[in-house]
């Protein structure tokens, strides 16, 4: 970013299904402000949009520098040359919503949308784990499994903008049906909610498990209560997590042979294992991986923590100016009339 002014600011918009987070972004990758709040889906697409809206107006009445651009990151899928939300999961009603519009017309600026877990993957290049490397992969675990990839120090977002869909690497060619119409993909089997899913199983099948203990309600089993378990011992959930580890480093070899990146940064409320996670994981993506590709690639934890979607948010924004497209639109479209979204 070193091309643009350090005196500037850019606004960043994450939109989840469950919170809107909102943020100042200094050029050189600093959060001066921040605001959150529950998303209020019931109100639908336009409602939520006054939401932002009404976010972004407090955060702009608070800035002491100039704002120059608007970042969004939002789960997809999206068109993000015309900025439009394509009925996200989290998102119900949004159909071909044109969010980016929305927004320009009410805030009176440029603003860029991507998808959330591309924007991280560029977050973590730009401010956090991926700094100093030119070839990483990003690889977010929580409820769901998303990534984004760095390549040649530019994100590679494909053919049609949705590349780095690296929960649905498929890791079992006969298992599980997963939600996207595939089947065995990664995110059956190493995600935070199939992880739990599979381990309210192993409770059922292993009473003599630690997991009756630590959660007597079997419904109530979360990753979380495994990684008690864990710590407490529990040989049959040893087995489970192992059994897990497998899963994920059969995606992360996979990764590391497509792609051969210089560094695999991993994010999301999975990184709560800590070594429980990363050792193993390191180990067995050698045990899996071609020597030479192997060689020199790292598995490190992402840095941002919760404030990762504001950073992503903010580094789509500040990619496209460092690219000298403020204002630039897809061919066709007219600037936004003056005024507030109502």
């Known amino acids: 970013m070193a091309a643009l002014e350090r005196s500037r600011t850019v606004l960043a918009l994450d939109v989840g299904g469950t919170k809107l987070a909102a943020g100042l972004v200094s050029e050189g990758g600093e959060l001066l402000e921040s605001l959150r709040e529950p998303t209020r889906l019931d109100t639908g697409p336009q409602g939520v949009t006054r939401q932002l809206v009404a976010l972004a107006h407090r955060l702009l009445e608070r800035s002491a520098l100039p704002v120059v651009g608007v970042g969004v990151g939002c789960g997809g899928p999206l068109d993000t040359a015309l900025g439009l939300i394509k009925s996200p999961p989290n998102l119900p009603g949004w ?124 419904a109530g089993i979360t990753a979380h209560t495994i990684l008690r378990a864990l710590e407490a011992g529990d040989v049959v959930v040893r087995g489970f997590w192992d059994q897990t580890i497998q899963y994920l480093a059969a995606g992360v070899s996979s990764v590391v042979h497509t792609f051969d990146p210089q560094r695999v940064v991993i994010g999301g409320g999975i990184t709560n294992f800590g070594e429980w996670l990363f050792g193993p994981l390191r180990q067995q993506v050698a045990r899996r991986t071609m ?52």
């Open 95 to 218: 159909t071909d919503y044109p969010l980016t519009r929305r927004l320009e017309e009410a805030l009176q600026l440029p603003v860029w949308l991507d998808n959330d877990a591309n924007a991280a993957a560029l977050a973590e290049f730009s401010f956090g784990a991926g700094r100093g490397c030119r070839e990483m992969v990003y690889l977010t675990i929580s409820t769901g499994i998303g990534g984004g990839l760095i390549l040649g120090g530019h994100l590679y977002t494909g053919k049609s903008g949705n590349a780095g869909e690296l929960g649905h690497i498929q890791v079992v060619y006969d298992g599980e049906r997963c939600n996207c119409g595939g089947q065995g993909c990664l995110e059956q089997y190493a995600s935070g909610s199939s992880i739990a899913r599979r381990a309210r199983q192993l409770a059922a099948e292993h009473p003599e498990s630690l997991l009756w203990q630590l959660e007597p309600d079997p």
């Open 291 to 342: 020597p030479p590709l192997w060689q020199g690639v790292e598995i490190v934890p992402a840095e941002l923590g919760d404030q990762v979607g504001v950073y992503g948010a903010a580094a789509v924004a500040l990619r496209h100016l460092e690219a000298g497209l403020a204002g630039a639109r897809p061919p066709g479209e007219a600037p936004p009339a003056p005024g507030r979204f109502s």
